[in-house]
């Protein structure tokens, strides 16, 4: 018959576990919106931020390529008509740089056009989402993207 033995834990690793600060959650996701219709952005960005998103925002595909390369965020919501460098440039460009390439990209616009949104999957879009949308659509697609890529 074997005897069981109880050991005690040290107690420094007690007393540390004990008065240690709270164990942080992981950091929120980030995701750009890149739109130039202030509105739009705004309610975007909101929506996501009450879900627990953090967001960068650009009004113009420069601005949105310039974010996504320096601050690599988890995801990018762009849409196809903007001034400087379109949405779908951006994309392009985006799917073109090493340090972006695995970055999902949500395309929102206006135009349903079939061969809009086929040109958005063959320039690299993972999804769209033609305008108007609800925001719990813009929600569902957003985590599925985020779950697809392994990036949530």
Known sequence: MTTAVFTEPDVDEFTRALTSGPIAPPPASTILIADDDDD??????????????RTLSADN?????NLAV????????L???MP?????????????????????????????????????????ADDYLPKPFTQVE???RVNWLLLASGRS
């Open 40 to 53: 739009v952005r705004d309610v975007i960005a909101f929506k996501l931020q009450v879900a627990g998103f």
């Open 61 to 65: 595909g420069r601005s949105a390529l």
């Open 70 to 77: 320096e601050n690599r965020p988890r995801m990018i919501i």
């Open 79 to 81: 849409d196809v008509n």
């Open 84 to 124: 400087q460098l379109d949405g779908l440039s951006v994309c392009y460009e985006l799917h073109a740089r090493p340090e972006t390439v695995q970055i999902p990209v949500l395309m929102i616009s206006g135009n349903n056009r079939p061969a809009d949104v086929d040109r958005s999957f063959a320039i690299g």
């Open 138 to 140: 813009m929600l569902r």
